[in-house]
């Protein structure tokens, strides 16, 4: 009977623990984006108060040490929705943290980096047990990992940047993580400052430039840019004719200058 108690304890234990391993916390974040991100452009875009954030400084640096007491080897047993949601959180809460680090006295990211080093090669996070930078968390853990060609990750990560996707003002989270991407992707193309056709050209953001080889690995059936955008062709506003035109060629692609100025609320 006693042996069977335990052997009862410990498979219960085995449960409690196996749902802490993959079950991350995102409340703090979530709560600092709904107090210090605000929606405009009717809801195509968003600003950040930078001066409320850095009031709430110590709940992002706890938030941030959080994302730090991760270890791989729990990490590794998540899903990759999981893993996902966590990835961009600390990606879009360690670039707020690297602005506070000089805010006001900058007027865009890139005055946070130097001759040598741009701002998002600064080690400035820990996370899987090393510090990294932002570049790290995208090109690394995220895009070139193998684990989760997505491309619509490039609406989810913020830049600190007017020319950015929108900072959502709620954290990601594993359980709802395909609608919040979709989402991300649908505000930011249907944005006509930042996608729009001009007589025969679709001029798009240059995240499709920069990133054009994962818009084009496959996702969903996907390996052309022309490809993507079509799946996107009534939040673009193409007609029937244009989607057409848009599979054959003869709407050509072109990009749109990027506004690196720092998407700060005041």
Known sequence: MIRCALVLCGAIWTSVAGASETSFDHRIWDQLLKQTVVVVSDGYATQVDYAGAARQRPQLERYLDQVASVQRLDFDRWTTSEQLALLINAYNAATVELVLTQYPAIQSIKDLGTFRQSPWQRPLV?????????????????RTSG????????????????????????AYVASRLDQQLEDQARTFLGDRSRNNLSQSTLRVSPIFKWYRSDFESGWRGTSRLPDFLARYASVLGLTPDELQRLHTGSIRVSYLDYDWRLNASN
């Open 126 to 142: 820990r996370l899987l047990g090393e510090k990294r930078s932002l570049d790290n968390i995208e090109q690394e853990l995220i």
């Open 147 to 170: 684990r989760y060609n997505d491309p619509r990750v490039h609406f989810a990560l913020n830049c600190a940047s007017i020319g950015c996707p929108a900072l959502r003002p709620e």
